[in-house]
Nanobody, 114 residues
């Protein structure tokens, strides 16, 4: 059974930092492309950052220079380091694993106060 579990969300003041983690089980993690997405009520889920199995990364323009995605294949975990957080970063953050199928976690809430 595939499971993705996100950790690390919370409430932080603008300008602060958070580190999200997503622990995967039930998949050959190293083969999967991993991504962090976010969603606010009434809007579509959007890609924040992605990392391929080979380590290549991509970012939404809104987070470039502030967020860093990384992965530890030995721990079956993908991370999202979020610095210089802004109120507009407030959202439910989801982890996604993609190879031939796509799997989602349940999400972790990030709230940035002004």
């Amino acid at each position: 059974q595939v499971q993705l579990e996100e950790f690390g969300g919370g409430l932080v003041q603008a300008g602060g930092s958070l580190r999200l983690s997503c622990a995967a089980s039930g998949i050959t993690f190293a083969r999967y492309s991993m991504g962090w997405y976010r969603q606010v009520p009434g809007k579509q889920r959007e890609l924040v950052a992605g990392i391929l199995s080979g380590g290549m990364t991509n970012y939404a323009d809104s987070v470039k220079g502030r967020f860093t995605i990384s992965r530890d294949n030995a721990k079956n975990t993908v991370y999202l380091q979020m610095n210089t957080l802004k109120p507009e970063d407030t959202a439910l953050y989801y982890c996604k694993a993609v190879l031939n199928s796509a799997y989602w976690g349940q999400g972790t809430q990030v709230t940035v106060s002004s």
